[in-house]
């Protein structure tokens, strides 16, 4: 009768404990759902979500609003009236990622809350298992001889039976359960890594946002001022950029035709031969974002001309490297503040032009090889080459195929 109660009081031990664990890893996803701490934080960032959609609402008003005005006659209050559309657009739009940044950051104190809630359970449970393993070290395995000796019925020879087999099935269950906490937590930990990642994508945008707010902004202290002449004034003024442009375009397509040409007598050295087919890389790094693109529709200075390039985000005096070897076929630079640039000739009748360059590193007829700098970007307002129509650092590149301007995204590699 002693070993029978000793065998079933170990049965009953085990099973109690197993039992314990079994709801004790059923209950994990509940305690941590219902952390009062966790709930206020995801009700924070439902929150922000319903702010962060409105705004984006208000956004694509002002986008439809701004495709619209792009459409109408393109005189100077239009063009203020568009400008002042898209300086409310950038406005939202930095006030969105603001909340977006707002939001990340709760949902990084959210998953960390549920990365040290997961590790707390975890250290729990296994400190719970140990404990089984070690009763049932400490006890024995009671053998199915011992059960059926102690037990005056089949009927109780079963019941004990049973009970082992739940004993080990709770046990497997814990384990099973154990694991997959292990797994979530390696999820929570990888969801962190994207949320910190995301909000430091979030950062760089909102950095490029307000970058592209001063240049709005000081696009239309450009017309503003252009506003305040009499219209004989602003006629005279209008024609005069509008004929610099032509200049600038004329001078490249004179000078590809006749560069060329002495090209075509350098082609015959080994020297030029050996520079194979043209392939440009990016003569600034494109990291900071476009500013404007190839006959881009959001051009503030449209009125006057179609933007023939692309305009990089740079800081400025950013070294400028050239996209590939070639010959120094223009260099146009007084050291004052009128428009600066220079053109570079390469093989397949591609040329490269660089705008705004506040300083120059090489001459006209030089031979250049790839990667090397030509000279320093601009694009800062009333600085050394910034030339009339600029509204921050940038650097204007242009990519012309036998002198016509072509979209330089299709010759450079993809970002």
């Known amino acids: 009768m002693k070993i029978k109660t000793k065998i079933a009081g170990k049965l009953a031990i085990l099973l109690a404990v197993s039992f314990g664990l079994a709801v004790f890893f059923a209950n994990i996803p509940i305690w941590a759902q219902t952390n009062g701490e966790i709930n206020e934080i995801n009700d924070k960032i439902v929150d922000k979500k319903k702010e962060i959609d409105a705004l984006q609402k208000e956004i694509d008003a002002y986008a439809e609003n701004i495709k619209a005005k792009q459409k109408e006659a393109r005189g100077l209050k239009d063009q203020i009236s568009l400008l002042e559309n898209e300086i409310a657009k950038v406005n939202l739009s930095i006030e969105a990622t603001t909340k977006r940044i707002e939001q990340t950051n709760l949902e990084i104190q959210d998953t960390n809350l549920q990365i040290q809630a997961t590790e707390k359970q975890i250290a729990s449970a296994k400190e719970k298992i140990s404990e089984y393993l070690r009763l049932i070290y400490r006890h024995d395995q009671v053998s199915y001889i011992e059960v059926l000796l102690t037990n005056n019925s089949f009927s109780d020879f079963f019941d004990q039976i049973k009970y082992a087999e739940e004993i080990h099935t709770n ?245």
């Open 171 to 415: 046990l497997k269950d814990a384990l099973v359960k154990f694991k997959k906490s292990l797994q979530d937590l390696d999820v929570e930990k990888s969801n962190l890594d994207e949320k910190i990642k995301q909000e430091e994508d979030l950062k760089d945008t909102l950095v490029k946002q307000k970058s592209e707010l001063a240049e709005k902004n000081n696009a239309k202290e450009v017309v503003l001022l252009q506003t305040r002449l009499t219209e004989r004034q602003y006629q005279n003024y209008l024609y005069r950029l509008q004929m610099e442009q032509q200049q600038i375009n004329s001078d490249i397509v004179s000078l590809e035709k006749t560069v060329r040409k002495k090209l075509e007598e350098l082609a015959k050295s080994d020297r030029f031969n050996s520079l194979g087919p043209a392939k440009l890389s990016w003569p600034v790094s494109p990291n900071r974002g476009i500013t404007a693109y190839f006959h881009d529709p959001d051009y503030p200075f449209r009125y006057i001309y179609e933007h023939p390039g692309i305009d990089i985000r740079a800081a400025q005096s950013t070294a400028i490297k050239s996209p590939d070897s070639g010959y120094v076929a223009r260099v146009k630079f007084a050291g004052n503040s009128s428009y600066a640039y220079i053109m570079i000739l390469h093989n397949d009748g591609l040329s490269t032009v660089f705008g705004h360059v506040s300083a120059v590193y090489v001459k006209e007829d030089e031979y250049v090889t790839k990667g090397q700098s030509v000279g320093l970007s601009g694009g800062l307002p009333h600085s050394i080459g910034s030339g009339n129509l600029t509204t921050g650092p940038h650097l204007h590149f242009e990519v012309r195929l036998n002198g016509i301007p072509v979209n330089p995204l299709e010759y450079l590699p993809a970002i």
